[in-house]
């Protein structure tokens, strides 16, 4: 490891199994009205952090990745994984919103947690310590030919000073998420570009990532799995109906990739007794990837066209209903109300669809009833211009785009105070570390100048 030694931790048995993990990666989302891809490439994540972190690049904040190993008993390595890790942390401090932005430290330690599993076959586990009390696990499993980090967890410590000043909460938190990475066997999974995981006030963004499981000769695969966004450049457009499509056509050469717009942003809003329950402004896409009759994976994406859509729902007092309908796709937004902390949020999403023929199974539901996003106070509006992704399985997601919505205390159909969300928060911080930096090159400039011409002045004397 650069910098430093490795600590590898022993064997310490397997694991609890986790769920099955699902035979593709969550797929990025393209912003087509329609395609399918031949592969199913892994999830991107929103932007914000990605931004944020290349203007700590501008700084020269970014710090070099970091490596670790999981040795069993018998000092066999069965995970390698070199990465940088960027957090951002969102808590607060003395009733204000604060947020924490800080990087795995290459001093973090493979914790005793870490393990092979059972003979290097049952979901091995990376459990990397740092600071006080803060901790990030990597869960793999591994199915067919493929393996997965199929859970991410992220525990910190709010208590600790160093990074949340001032925390008027001192608990540890836990954050989860699943599915982020996803290779075959015997290779090493490989992302240069920026990966984006989203959580309950965290944001995760992996960069310059190599990484194995399910090692049999101790050290990394020759051959590599590379992530989506690394091979962005080698997908070509081919239109083959009259919706939108597109095909990752075998190319020896990089070919061009159309960006295709985002989905416009439709009007919604739900009815109940005592008025306006649900008003929603957002664009939204659905994201699928499927099992096809060849056994390879497609990628069905599906743009919802507002004045096509037809909406329609139901309210009471703690739980409000929006159902969409577009074409043969139905996606239902279940809201809920937090009583104790007065705020709204979505609880869950049903997404009933019709798959291309292609597809082994084209009747498709999925549904998701554990979810605590889109949250903001009630009689309050919650934002979000940046892109964001509602993971509802592994292989199911609804992409909303400049989303404002309100639900329950709606005064005069008109939105209330808005609460914006962490992602465009984030955003606001790139101008002000741009400006701050070019500040601090101009002075530097001016200090170089004005010693520069002193100097100049002192090489001549007074006749």
Known sequence: MTGRGRRHSPERGALPPPPPPAAAA?????????????????????????????????????????????????????????????????????????????????NATVEPQSSCGSGNTSHPVLVLGFGAGHSLSLN????????????????YNLSDATLFHNSTAGEVKRVSHKTIIQAYVGTKYRC???????????????????????LTNGTFSMNKTECAEDMVSTTAVAPTTPKQTT?????????????????????????????????????????????????????????FIPHNTTFSGTC????????????????????????????????GLNVSTTLPSEAKVPKFEASNNSMSDLRATVGNSYKCSAEENLQVTNDTLVNVFNVQI???????????A??????????????????????????????????????????????
């Not at 991107?44 to 970014?62: E, K, M, N, V, Y």
């Not at 018998?74 to 994984?81: L, R």
């Not at 989905?263 to 659905?286: F, R």
């Not at 606001?428 to 090159?441: D, H, K, S």
Request: glycine share 6%.
């Open 26 to 106: 969550l797929a990025p989302s393209p912003r087509s009205r329609r395609c399918r891809l031949a592969l199913s490439p892994a999830m991107a994540g929103a932007q914000g952090a990605r931004r944020l972190l290349a203007a700590a690049a501008l700084l020269g904040f970014l710090q070099a990745s970091s490596s670790f190993e999981v040795k069993d008993s018998s000092g066999k390595v069965c995970i390698i994984a070199d990465m940088t890790v960027a957090f951002s942390v969102e808590y607060k401090s003395r009733g204000q919103k604060e947020f924490a932005h800080f990087f795995l430290p290459q």
């Open 140 to 155: 793999f499993s591994e199915l067919a030919n493929k393996y997965q980090v199929e859970e991410l967890v992220f525990h």
């Open 192 to 214: 240069i570009s920026s990966k984006d995981v989203n959580m309950k006030n965290v944001n995760i963004t992996f960069s310059n990532v190599t990484l194995e499981a399910y």
């Open 247 to 303: 095909s990752q056509v075998p190319t020896t050469s990089p070919a061009p990739t159309a960006s295709p717009p985002n989905p416009a942003v439709g009007k919604y809003n739900v009815t109940g007794p005592n008025g306006t329950c649900v008003l929603a402004y957002m664009g939204l896409q659905l994201n699928i990837t499927y099992p096809k009759k060849d056994g390879k994976m497609g990628l069905d994406l599906l743009n």
């Open 316 to 347: 009471d007092n703690t739980s409000a209903f929006l159902n969409l309908t577009f074409e043969k796709t139905r996606v239902i937004f279940h809201f809920a109300l937090n009583a104790s902390t007065e705020k709204f949020f979505l609880q």
């Open 406 to 416: 309100q639900v329950f205390k709606i005064d005069g159909d008109k939105f209330g």
């Open 418 to 463: 808005v609460e914006e969300c962490q992602l465009d928060e984030n955003n606001m911080l790139i101008p002000i570390i741009v400006g701050a930096a070019l500040a601090g090159l101009v002075l530097i400039v001016l200090i170089a100048y004005l010693i520069g011409r002193k100097r100049s002045h002192a090489g001549y004397q007074t006749i």
